[in-house]
């Protein structure tokens, strides 16, 4: 179900227009910014996490206004499945017939009058102007009796109104949720569980900082020591960039699932020597940063690999200098078979344990992606399986824990070898409950608080 904000204040100059579309600088800089985001996630496939800072910055948005603007976007791009719902109900168009620009003011007004405390007449009045702006004033008449009818009713009533009756279709619209993607998660979780699950999707993540090892402590975080990585600590408010050591590059923002998938590659035994480590898909370099910070206390090296020559650049910006970075694809390595003492493959995959904070992710995948994604998973686990030497151990981990692109993956590629041993990952992450009885480990945002990141630890029998 989509959250309630405490957002109530109104954007800088608002107020209903004049009848004409709106100059070239709108007036509701912060209603604009959001609607600009959800434009360019449904036009050009824009990442809002990357978008919205952006825009904020470019349009001087900050303290209050940035963060109402926040909360619009990606209150209105988590709750679109519930708001789209209703709006059926309200117009007398069906929702996919609805101009996408026009569709988009719907929405981010449905947000405000369902989602938020802004005043009803505030919500209804700001979502018209900005209709006017950018659908012209006829289409304003059509978004002030749409929304009106919307506004006659809180987000309770109208559930008890829109949800179906079959359970996957209820948890569908009350949390906002594809029906395949409903499902996926109720196949990997358990029944008893996905209802919780969904839930925290729509909830707003914590912020978790990461002090890279060798160049940050977690004390010069500012915040709460987290609960189960020794290098993280909770952000409770603020800007994370007005941290000096985030702001330095010593630190950064990082799930602590994700940081903990790194650890536990780090942790495994080995069986013979420590010097060579790899991560095969390291843009945009988070793990390849902690991974790096570790090698060098150890005395090991990081090669950092990833196909795309900007997200290569991102990773050398964020790993330790002495690590090096090159643009190779994995699944066509240059290095000899058995090159590697440990190898991270942290593969490309449908983000549907990252909804949180990236929440178009459910609205953008389909089943087919799943499809499209499972040969490359496989050729990128056999190559890392190849790249490690006897001995030596693979990490693979996908921010999904969608079956198909976890355990599936894990069981295709190794049926028929018998010299790889699968390690029971739960036990190299000592202190955080939960993770499933193994051999693989599964985070949870409804059990830990952190992305839905899966971990596969093998060993290469020497």
Known sequence: MPQRSTGSRRGKGQGRGQGRPAP???RDQVRRTAFDVLQAVDERDAYANLLLPSLLRE???????????????????????????????????????????????LRLGTHQLLGTRIPPHAAVGTAVDLARSVAGPGQAKFANAVLRKVSARDLDAWLAIVAPDDETGRLSVVHSHPR????????????????????????RPR????????RATVAELGGDPAAYSPYAAYLPEGDPAAVPAVAEGRAAVQDEASQLVALALTRAELDGPDGRWLDLCAGPGGKAALLSGLAAERGAHLLACDLQPHRARLVRR??????????????????RPGTFDRVLADVPCTGLGAL??????????????????GPLQRRLLGSAL????????????????????????????????????RLDSPSYLEGVPDLGEGPYAQFWPHR????????????RRA
């Open 207 to 214: 912020v978790t900082l990461v002090a890279r090892p060798g």
């Open 180 to 203: 395949w993607i409903v499902n996926a998660l109720r196949d990997a979780v358990g029944a008893g569980e996905v209802e919780a699950l969904l839930a925290a999707d729509n909830e």
């Open 448 to 459: 830990h608080g952190t992305d839905a990141m899966f971990l596969a630890l093998l060993r």
């Open 24 to 26: 070239r600088r709108p």
């Open 59 to 105: 349009r001087g948005l900050s303290g209050r206004d940035a963060a109402l603007a926040t909360e619009l976007t990606y209150g209105t791009l988590r709750g679109r499945g519930t708001y789209d719902a209703v709006l059926g109900m309200c117009s007398d168009r069906p929702v996919a017939k609805i101009d996408q620009p026009l569709l988009n003011v």
């Open 318 to 335: 964020a790993a330790d200098p002495a690590a090096a970075v090159t643009v190779v694809d994995g699944t066509r390595p240059a290095w």
């Open 386 to 421: 190849e790249a490690v030497r006897p001995g030596g151990v693979v990490a693979y981990v996908t921010c999904s824990p969608h079956l198909a692109e976890t355990r599936v993956v894990v069981d295709d590629v190794l049926r028929g070898r018998d010299d790889i041993e």
């Open 356 to 373: 949180r904070r990236r929440p178009e992710a459910r609205w953008r995948r389909s089943p087919e992606s799943i499809a499209e994604l």
